[in-house]
């Protein structure tokens, strides 16, 4: 007599495999009944059917919060994974699809979503970029499972592979576990950290040529790396690729095969269909770069120039993309206007325009800095507080930035150091303003926002409710007031409309001078040429809704003195109830010198 361990039914040899579930026999022992079991014998079968009974456990996926045990090289159960949500549930596919979390013990620290830096378990706020770290900062993975160890072959290779491959997902671990009371393996997948991840076929088009050709390098190199690998692809569709920041990952490989050797036809196959992905990227960009355009055309036309190889058709994107990452000769036009308005009798706002041009190889590196400063306290207050921002600001910026940059061998300045020094300036500013306020014995202040404009990229500094807009396609604000009625719109008790008519909306709770430190708020914005920034005091932002602003803006494209004129008279037209300063600055191509 013979037993079978997995339903625990007993055999007559010469039996080899049960014939109730097709598991394999052991010798007879003295197992433990178990009610499936009953269950199982008392199904009727005609006589002489040996054929197996399927009446295993069903394929359900496993429920959140369930500990994946998973068998170390001692053989001992160790439980490195917990089931956070089921994606998808397809058991007639034979598929599973999870969120998986690192267990608490398996040493996996958690993950600023911003930045990306790790994050101890009790820290609230992100030691490199300070923001707050929220449930999304835990480490997650997207897991598959299924019954079928065979169903990830491609992955399988790439687990194998020491190689890390930006382009192709990382392949976190390879796992099978047994239940006791299940006579089948579940086996996973387990994939990098997507929680950043974005599909590509998501993504709003038309892309930048540029941004195509960084995306078609990365997926070139990794088709080289899977050829290399012996692996090919069927097809390359969008739905395979995912985006993590800008980097390009494929994660599905769905009818890969596995050729001895992956031959030139198998890779103008690839080639034609990157081309494809990419002409789709593009499709409708009306100024895409002839380069761009040449090399997709060639890509997707190989009988007149075929590729010889992936590896030629990635040289040709990389020398693409660094000729249009060469810096175009630019300049920069500034022009500034300061009113007094209609109702008051001294102008207490303050400005500064200062712009530098270095011309090297024919390419002109324009810089330029520009401030409003908008002063509060009344005659012998305000007017002095504005401009000793103005004097201590600028003086800041030409010992510690402009003249150290002029002299030989000087290394440039990344955007962190850059974005110091401007705060570095408002922090003095502040000394200044309130050392002159104690000794004078009066309540002044002032307000300032200030815009550093070097390269194709503008260094925004400020403190109060002056403020920095950017006009490309639309006027978008790049400051948030520090205003008493900015922050009810914040936490939601005013709309931005009623906050304009609010009896408080002159409030303002951030101010320069007003107590002996103070924290000015930052950003870095990317530029196009033809942007324009907008510097203003709120005598123009008061008067005038940003919509009136934008339109006056659009009526003089690069006319930047009559545009000042136009601003201060229309807000001066509607009351023009305070001071009324503005500085408009605008990024070109200089075609002289390009």
């Not at 019954?147 to 020491?162: C, I, M, T, Y």
């Amino acid at each position: 007599m013979k037993y079978c361990p997995h339903c625990e039914e007993y055999v007559d040899p010469p039996a080899e495999c049960c014939p109730l579930c097709g598991g394999a026999l052991q010798e007879a022992g003295s197992p433990t009944r178990n009610l499936e079991v009953e269950v199982a014998r008392q199904v009727r079968r005609p006589k002489g059917d040996t054929r197996p009974l399927a009446l295993q456990p069903a394929f359900e996926p496993l429920p959140a919060g369930e500990l994946l045990n998973v068998m170390d090289k001692g053989q001992s159960p160790e439980a490195h994974y917990i089931v956070k949500a089921v994606l998808t549930d397809q058991p007639e596919a034979g598929l599973h699809q999870y969120r998986l979390a690192p267990a608490p013990w398996s040493g996996v620290r958690r993950r600023c979503p911003h930045c990306g830096s790790e994050a101890g378990d009790d820290e609230q706020f992100c030691r490199q970029c300070g923001r707050l770290l929220d449930e999304s900062a835990e480490v997650t993975y997207l897991a598959f499972e299924v019954q079928d160890p065979g169903r990830f072959p491609v992955e399988h290779k790439l687990n194998r592979s020491a190689k890390q491959v930006p382009g192709l997902i990382e392949v976190v671990d390879l796992l099978e576990i047994r239940r006791d009371f299940e006579p089948f393996s579940r086996h996973w997948l387990i994939l990098g950290p997507p929680a950043e991840s974005r599909p590509l076929i998501d993504e709003p088009r038309p892309f930048s040529g540029e941004r195509a050709l960084l995306l078609g390098q990365q997926l070139a190199e990794a088709l080289q790396e899977l050829h290399q690998m012996g692996i090919a692809l069927p097809d390359l569709a969008p739905e395979q690729i995912l985006l993590v920041g800008e980097q390009a990952k494929i994660w599905r490989f769905e009818g890969a095969s596995f050729p001895e050797q992956v031959d030139p036809a198998v890779q103008q196959r690839d080639i034609l269909a990157l081309g494809r992905l990419l002409s789709w990227l593009v499709q409708g960009n009306g100024s895409l770069p002839a380069v761009v355009d040449g090399l997709i055309q060639r890509m997707l036309e190989p009988a007149d120039r075929p590729y010889p190889s992936m590896q030629a058709l990635l040289v040709d994107l990389q020398q693409a993309y660094a000729s249009l990452q060469e810096p175009p000769s630019l300049r920069l036009e500034g022009y500034g206007l300061s009113h007094v308005g209609q109702l008051r009798k001294l102008n207490e706002d303050s400005l500064a325009i200062l712009e530098f041009s270095s011309i090297y190889e024919d390419i002109c590196r324009p810089l330029g800095l520009y401030i409003v400063a908008d002063g509060m306290g009344g005659h012998e207050g305000g007017e002095i507080a504005s401009r000793l921002v103005i004097e201590e600001f600028t003086q800041h910026f030409l010992e510690v930035f402009l003249l150290p940059q002029t002299r030989p061998g000087s290394a440039p300045l990344s955007d962190e150091e850059l974005v110091q020094i401007l705060e570095k300036a408002i922090v003095l500013a502040n000394q200044d303003v309130f050392q002159e306020r104690r000794r004078r014995g009066i309540d002044m202040g002032t307000t300032v926002v200030a815009a550093l404009v070097l390269g194709l990229k503008a260094y925004v500094v400020h403190v109060g409710d002056s403020r920095c807009y950017m006009l490309l396609d639309e006027l978008q604000p790049l400051t948030a007031d520090h205003s008493l009625v900015q922050s009810l719109v914040a936490i939601g008790q005013l709309t931005a409309q009623e906050a304009r008519t609010h009896p408080q909306r002159n409030v303002v709770v951030r101010s320069i001078g007003d107590k002996p430190q103070v924290v000015p708020d930052s950003q870095v914005v990317s530029l196009q040429p033809g942007a324009r920034l907008l510097l203003c005091s709120d005598g123009l932002n008061g008067m005038l809704e940003d919509d009136e602003i934008a339109a006056i803006l659009q009526k003089y494209p690069q006319e930047h003195g009559l545009a000042c004129k136009s601003l201060v008279d229309a807000a001066n037209r509607a009351g023009g109830h305070d001071n009324i300063t503005v500085v408009i600055a605008q990024l070109l191509v200089d075609d002289d010198n390009s």
